[in-house]
Each structure stands twice: as structure tokens, then as C-alpha cells.
């Protein structure tokens, strides 16, 4: 396993032969022709004889699945194709909701806005990269939704978005309609720079896990200042004052007042038992709520705390001992945490398996089948308020799904096809059918490429020398007075 906090750097432009072993490496692994059905795809889908494993109200053996516009219409045995249907034969495969990662960093072009503490004014829905191949790999993971947190480096990171994984659309498409918007904390090591200094210059602050509480504190002091401010002014306009000076508005504190106003989502990064008190703490102190806790490796210690709190937990597996706060974590920790741990990624080869993440807590736990499932499908619904459109199997929600040829939670699962929105976005049959035409256009490329580099360089026409000025007359051994005066300078 591996782990990333901000991978991702902004890429320049470059030279054809540059980037030619990247677009090579991305031809080898995403279909460009047969990544997602084109729009005029038949809007009526039937996948039918499949387990079809609903998360909400247990599974159907030999089901069916019935598709309109997107949106699941039916779900039960016997359903028949109407006329035009397409039909999607699913004999001994199963089907479960679309796997949701509740904290990933894929599919944007920058990461962290480390330059400041609080850096609450940045967004990420305006560095979507829709060309990231990432995007494709999670779809061939049975990844169809993905919380995109900003990075670590900050105590009030940017602003967070959730994502569909429609692959081969522009990033306008990307953002899922109407989820509520978030915003990233972080605690611990990372905001406090515990492993980042530039020789020479001073550390930022804060550099104590008391100077990251009071950051916080003091961002959320201010934003309560700024929030008062308008409250008095919208209160004068609606009493009828005339000729009133708005606010000046102050883009960094906005997002704050939101989260005052339980209109924007907090999700914190966070490892040790006293850092998450401190933020409930501080919570508490300005009356916000924590939506989830991001990795949380010590959340096992204070579960009673978070239950109370009504906190969301988004951790991993078995991560562990990668840096000093994770030596604590167990691979019990999802199944302490009141059984409402969730399984994040953090990575973008995690996300492509994150239902075996999720298998792992039956063992380490004792979990059901059921809330293993939970884990990466209905609890990060909850958890990022998606829940009314995605995270079941249930009439009138998204027809996001994936479509295994074994149990779901089998180290020998695969996924067979995923869909987002009743379209077919990932199909494993058509990816392997592609792969031979792919390799053939990549053998075309890479001749090219090395015809380039075997080709002489051209000689440059030998350039004109300047005609040169005729040379004054040499000195007799013997000069005159006046070319000694010439000589010495006096002229």
C-alpha cells in the first residue's frame, strides 16, 4: 500500500516528444472511443438473472433491475424488458450501489495551497482535471462518486467537492448536482509542518498542535465577527434605511460563515485522540458540527465521544506506522467506531479495490457482509448528504452501479461494467476488446517518435561574416608628434 497527501503538480506545457510516453502510458489503460455510452444511448436499461445486492433492504437472488432516464425504476425478479429496452445480461454476477470514496484527490490539477494556515478561499471545483486517467481506473474499481479534498498542508484548507466519475466529459459534468459543499481541516503533523521547512527561511505558523487549535479558533472568531456585520446589515435594509454601504466582502471568511450556518460540510484529517477532542472543543465553542473525521487512526479511543457528537469516521483498513501519529492505528478501528467507520482511498490505487477494504473488517471486527458493504456504499452517502440519490439499490435513485462477477467482497471479484447515471461508463468486455487496436495505435506513435530522434540534424547555411572596416595604416617605428598625442590620450 501507498499513501499520497499532494502528488499532483501543476504540468506545463511541453514538447511533442515529452509528453508522448504519458499519452502512450494513458492509451494503454482508458478507451478513448468506448470509456462512456455516447448521449443518444437507448434511455431504457434492464440488467437482469443478477444478485442484486441492495444494501438497504437485504439481497435478491435472481433480480432485476430496471432502468428510465437515469433513475431506477424497478427492482425485483421477473421484471420484463419493455419494447427498445436494452438489456444487459448479468447471469451469475452481482450488482451493488456504485462505491463511493468519501476522501480523494484525484481528478483536480493542484492539491494544497500551502502558503498560508487558513487558505479557506480556495476551491476545487476550479482545478477539475477531466482528463485525469485516474478517473477511469476508479471506474474500473466500481468507483462512481468521490469526495475531492483539498490537501493537508493547512489548518482551513480550501474548499472540497463531490464528484461523479463521468469519464469523457468536460469538467462541467463532473460535480454532483446539488450535494452539499464541504470544506478540508487538518490536524496533527501536517498543518504544523512537522516534516516540511525550506532552509533559510522561517517556519510558518502554526508549528505546535496548540498553534493549530488556535488557528482555527481564530479564523472561526473572525468569521463570526464578519457574519454579525452583515446580519446588522441585511437587519437595516429589511427595516427600510436608505443609502446604506454594504460589507466589504472578504472571500476567505465566507466559507466559514457558511459552516456557522450548517451550510457548508466540515471534513477534518485528523490521527490523535487529543486533537479530535480539540476540535469537537472548538466546535462546540462557535456551534458547528464535524460532518466526518478523515483518517481518525485513533478514533477507536474516543468513540463514545464522537457517537455523542454525532461525527461521521472516514478511515483506512490497516494502514499503519507510515508516520509517528499512525502507530496507535488497529484494523479494529472501523468496527469500534460504533460501527460507523467508512473506508476511505486517500489514493488512487486504493480507490480501485476499496471492496476489499471494506471485506477486511469482517475479519477485523466481525462486521456482516452487510455493513462491510455499508462501508463504501450507503455510510459516505450519509456522510457527504448524497444519501436521497445514491448508496442503495432502491426505485427513484441515481442508477449509479456496479456489476462484479463474484460477491462483491471476494478477493476475486471484478467489475464488469459500471454505470453513473443509468450509462455505461467502465465495460470490462469492450476495454479488452480495445486493447489490441490501442497497442497498434501506440506501436504508430512510439515509430514515429523514434524517426524523430534518428533523423540527422540539419546543417545551417554558413552565415555571411561581416564585411570588415578597412584596418587604419600601421605606425612608422618613428611617429609623428601628432600620433603620440593620439597614442597617449590628450585628444
Request: with cysteine; glycine share 8%.
Amino acid at each position: 500500500m501507498r499513501i499520497s497527501f499532494s502528488m499532483n503538480a501543476r504540468r506545463a506545457p511541453i514538447a511533442f516528444v515529452l509528453l508522448l510516453p504519458r499519452f502512450l502510458s494513458a492509451l494503454c489503460l482508458a478507451p478513448s472511443g468506448e470509456a462512456a455510452t455516447p448521449p443518444d444511448a437507448a434511455p431504457v436499461i434492464l440488467i437482469q438473472n443478477t444478485t442484486v445486492m441492495t444494501v438497504s433492504h437485504g439481497t435478491i437472488e435472481h433480480g432485476s433491475i430496471l432502468i428510465k432516464d437515469g433513475k431506477i425504476a424497478e427492482v425485483g425478479q421477473s421484471i420484463k424488458a419493455p419494447t427498445g429496452a436494452q438489456v444487459i445480461e448479468a447471469s451469475g454476477q452481482f450488482v451493488i450501489p456504485g462505491i463511493i470514496d468519501c476522501h480523494s484527490h484525484i481528478a483536480a490539477e493542484a492539491i494544497n495551497e500551502g502558503s498560508v494556515s487558513v487558505s479557506s478561499m480556495v476551491n476545487m471545483e476550479e482545478v477539475l482535471d477531466p482528463e485525469d486517467i485516474d478517473i477511469y481506473r476508479d471506474l474500473a474499481g466500481g468507483v462512481t462518486s468521490a469526495n475531492i479534498l483539498h490537501g493537508s498542508a493547512n489548518s482551513i484548507g480550501g474548499q472540497t467537492l463531490v464528484i461523479k466519475l463521468r469519464w469523457g466529459q468536460p469538467a462541467a459534468k463532473l460535480p454532483f448536482e446539488g450535494a452539499v459543499p464541504g470544506i478540508k481541516f487538518a490536524l496533527g503533523e501536517n498543518p504544523k509542518r512537522s516534516n516540511f521547512s525550506i532552509p533559510g527561511q522561517p517556519r510558518r505558523y502554526p508549528a505546535t498542535r496548540m498553534g493549530v487549535a488556535e488557528t482555527i479558533r481564530g479564523a472561526f472568531s473572525e468569521a463570526r465577527d464578519y457574519k454579525k456585520t452583515w446580519d446588522d446589515y441585511h437587519k437595516r435594509v429589511a427595516a427600510g434605511e436608505k443609502n446604506l454601504i454594504p460589507p466589504r466582502r472578504d472571500l476567505k471568511l465566507e466559507p466559514l460563515v457558511e459552516v456557522l450556518e450548517g451550510k457548508r460540510y466540515v471534513h477534518s484529517h485528523c490521527y490523535r485522540e487529543d486533537e479530535i477532542l480539540m476540535l469537537l472543543l472548538v466546535a462546540k465553542e462557535f456551534g458547528f458540527t464535524v460532518r466526518t473525521l478523515q483518517h481518525v487512526l485513533e478514533g477507536y479511543k474516543v468513540a463514545d465521544e464522537l457517537a455523542a457528537a454525532g461525527v461521521g469516521a472516514s478511515t483506512f483498513s490497516d494502514w499503519w506506522a507510515y508516520k509517528v501519529e499512525a502507530y496507535d492505528a488497529i484494523p479494529y478501528n472501523a468496527a469500534l467506531m460504533t460501527r460507523r467507520g467508512v473506508l476511505n482511498s486517500d489514493d488512487a490505487e486504493e480507490a480501485t479495490h476499496l471492496n476489499q477494504e471494506a471485506a477486511k473488517s469482517m475479519k477485523y471486527g466481525g462486521l456482516t457482509h452487510d455493513e462491510a458493504l455499508k462501508l463504501v456504499t450507503l455510510n459516505p452517502a450519509i456522510q457527504l448528504g448524497i444519501d436521497n440519490r445514491v448508496g442503495t439499490i432502491d426505485v427513484g435513485k441515481d442508477a449509479d452501479l456496479a456489476i462484479y462477477n463474484h460477491d462483491p467482497l471476494s478477493a476475486y471479484a471484478v467489475v464488469q461494467k459500471t454505470l453513473i447515471d443509468g450509462r455505461v461508463y467502465f465495460d470490462r468486455d469492450k476495454d479488452l476488446a480495445s486493447r489490441a487496436e490501442i497497442e497498434k495505435e501506440k506501436k504508430t506513435l512510439t515509430d514515429k517518435l523514434k524517426k524523430e530522434e534518428k533523423k540527422p540534424e540539419e546543417k545551417k547555411p554558413e552565415e555571411k561574416k561581416p564585411e570588415q572596416s578597412p584596418k587604419p595604416p600601421a605606425l612608422s617605428a618613428a611617429p609623428t608628434a601628432q600620433a603620440r598625442a593620439v597614442q597617449g590620450g590628450a585628444l
